[in-house]
């Protein structure tokens, strides 16, 4: 199986889960990124592709894919999400298989304001949310305002009831959402579900310190706990179609959990559910090979305890 991981950049650790994955099948994995600094690519044959946003990107992806026999195409990064979602049906033309959710998954998890009305309607707790033009009488005190479509935690700012009824939103705040704050500690949950929808398996871990929203430390929780919870919000995923490995951002409060985000990729963190148990990359060759997956619902390490570190390269020159 050979597998392209786009957008790699500085993610080495999920790299060398890939690759161990591939090469145990007779494998490789390729890698793409438009920095040719990024350190991914001193450890892999480079696939160079556009930017995924430029015009050029999909036919070169196709082309690349059919080239160099590509049976899975990983991306790591959201703007890549959408572009993949609409491309998975050509890439499965020429025998590749983009690790991606539905179109209208992905659409919804991109969306904040798409996102709190999929989930609300499906009776799945998420912070109460509003636009800034249809706010309510009853509002918390407590509030934040975010970007719709942002990510990796950037443009969140706390806003004050006076401000938002007066529309005073921050100027770098571009189509925002305002939502209730909800304190508790703060849950990443790396999921997997199968082709067909059906989770087989999740690993809950306690944030401890991120970085630019990466977990940089984390230690996994018990699954008994959530277990209720979480296999009916993942129950959820699947039937809005969720599809493969994604992940789960949720406040456990006093109340109970509250979902906030669902990312359909793997995370940052992700190398932390891999060694409790979580071997997504190796079910995911498996899976493609034609590996009928069972159920691991539950079946990982409780209390490993993940921190990381920057480690250096140095090279007399770049890939291009």
């Known amino acids: 199986m050979n597998v392209l991981l786009t957008s790699a950049g500085r993610r080495v650790s999920l790299l060398r889960l890939f690759q161990l994955a591939a090469e145990a099948s007779g494998g490789r994995v390729f890698v793409s990124d438009i920095d040719p600094g990024a350190p991914t690519l001193q450890f892999a044959p480079i696939l160079r592709l556009p930017p995924v946003t430029a015009d050029g990107y ?21 703007p890549e999400l959408p572009v993949l979602a609409l491309l998975a049906d050509d890439l499965a033309a020429v025998g590749t298989r983009a690790v991606i959710s539905t179109p209208d998954f992905v659409a919804t998890c991109s969306d904040k304001w798409l996102f709190h009305a999929a989930f609300a309607a499906e009776g799945v707790r998420t912070p109460r949310s509003w636009l800034p033009a249809e706010l309510p009488d009853d509002l918390p005190r407590r509030l934040f305002v975010k970007p719709r479509r942002g990510s990796a935690s950037k443009g969140i700012s706390a806003l004050t009831v006076e401000d938002a009824r007066a529309g ?22 790396d999921a997997f579900l199968s082709r067909d929808g059906r989770p087989l398996h999740a690993v ?19 699954y008994e706990p959530l277990r209720g919870w979480l296999e ?6 699947g039937r809005l179609g969720a599809r493969g490995p994604i992940t789960l951002q949720a406040f456990l409060t006093p109340d109970g959990p509250v979902l906030f985000e669902v990312n359909p990729r793997l995370g940052g963190g992700f190398p932390l559910a891999d060694a409790a148990g979580g071997h997504y990359p190796a079910w995911l060759v498996d899976e493609a ?15 490993l305890y993940m921190t990381r570190y920057h480690s250096e390269l140095f090279v007399t020159e770049l890939p291009w």
Do not use: K, M, W
């Open 232 to 237: 009916s919000v993942l129950a959820t995923c």
């Open 168 to 189: 005073n939103l921050p100027p770098n705040a571009e189509d925002p959402i305002i939502q209730e704050f909800v304190g508790g500690t703060e849950l990443t949950i």
């Open 204 to 222: 809950p871990r306690e944030r401890r310190y991120t970085i630019g929203g990466e977990s940089v430390q984390g230690v996994t929780v018990a």
């Open 58 to 78: 999909g036919p070169a992806l196709l082309a690349a894919a059919s080239e160099h026999r590509i049976d899975l195409v990983v991306p790591t990064i959201d």
């Open 289 to 303: 090979s034609g590996v009928d997956l069972p159920s691991r619902l539950g079946d990982y390490q409780v209390g």
